[in-house]
């Protein structure tokens, strides 16, 4: 427990240094927003997706991103639903879990924890930190 709530002291710095907005909605879905091309942002949250073993199907007209996990990660992963737009200057990424045979898994800080990580993975990303 002591590592998750450092992990989360951490991301949250993390992002106000990285100048990143963030907001949770709901127990089941999470924004932030970034100052960034759009075309950039799209682009690496596939490549954060795949790279964490989603298999992903983008429409990026409507800036729409499914991602359900792969079979071997047996049901740790929860589908997800993103949005990639802009807004007011900035891009903004939304997260939604969607349910489905993993239902009670979208409930969990399991979930909270991964998208975190996804979120954070994210910025790496945008801020040339990773490839």
């Not at 596939?46 to 079979?71: F, H, K, Q, T």
Request: hydrophobic residues 40%; proline residues 2%; glycine residues 6%.
């Amino acid at each position: 427990m002591r590592t998750h709530l450092s992990l989360i002291f951490v991301m949250t710095v993390a992002c106000a240094v990285v100048g990143c907005a963030s907001s949770t909605d709901s127990a089941d879905s999470w924004s932030r927003s970034y100052l960034a091309p759009l075309d950039g942002v799209f682009d690496a949250v596939i490549d954060v997706l795949e790279a964490d073993g989603y298999l992903v199907e983008a429409n990026r007209e409507a800036g729409r991103i499914s991602a359900e996990p792969a079979r071997s990660s047996r049901g740790m992963s929860p589908s997800l639903a993103v949005r990639v737009f802009e807004k007011s200057g900035r891009v903004r990424v939304d997260v939604q879990t969607r349910s489905g045979a993993n239902d009670a898994m979208t409930r969990g800080s399991r979930v909270e924890i991964s998208i975190v990580e996804f979120f954070h993975e994210l910025e790496l990303r945008l801020h040339g930190l990773k490839d």
